[in-house]
Nanobody
Framework: QVQLVESGGGLVQAGGSLRVSCAAS????????MGWFRQAPGKEREFVSA????????YYADSVKGRFTISRSNAKNTVYLQMNSLKPEDTAVYYC????????????????WGQGTQVTVSS
């Protein structure tokens, strides 16, 4: 079993920055891809970003390219999402996800999910 715990959400003004983290524990292996999805009120959950655990390849949704950066610490089994130039439309619950067979595609539904952390961007 894999446990994912997000942290770092909060309230920020438009144009500001925020970093969310996801700590993984349990049967997490080095081959797991990890990433982030988000869900705004009344909308479907959408892909944000992913990073392969060993290779370090990264993937981003078009809506966040150039503003968000995903990174990871293998030693800490932690993935980070640095969010800059935040916009009100980035407001959502951000979910961490992990899967050993996930290539990083935004259309893949990972097996393991965290509980989510709220990010609110005020205008």
């Amino acid at each position: 079993q894999v446990q994912l715990v997000e942290s770092g959400g909060g309230l920020v003004q438009a144009g500001g920055s925020l970093r969310v983290s996801c700590a993984a524990s349990g049967r997490i292996f080095s081959s797991y891809t990890m990433g982030w999805f988000r869900q705004a009120p009344g909308k479907e959950r959408e892909f944000v970003s992913a990073i392969t655990w060993s290779g370090g390849s990264t993937y981003y949704a078009d809506s966040v390219k150039g503003r968000f950066t995903i990174s990871r610490s293998n030693a800490k089994n932690t993935v980070y999402l640095q969010m800059n130039s935040l916009k009100p439309e980035d407001t959502a619950v951000y979910y961490c996800a992990a899967d050993p067979f996930w290539g990083g595609s935004g259309s893949y539904y990972p097996t393991y999910w965290g509980q989510g952390t709220q990010v609110t961007v005020s205008s």
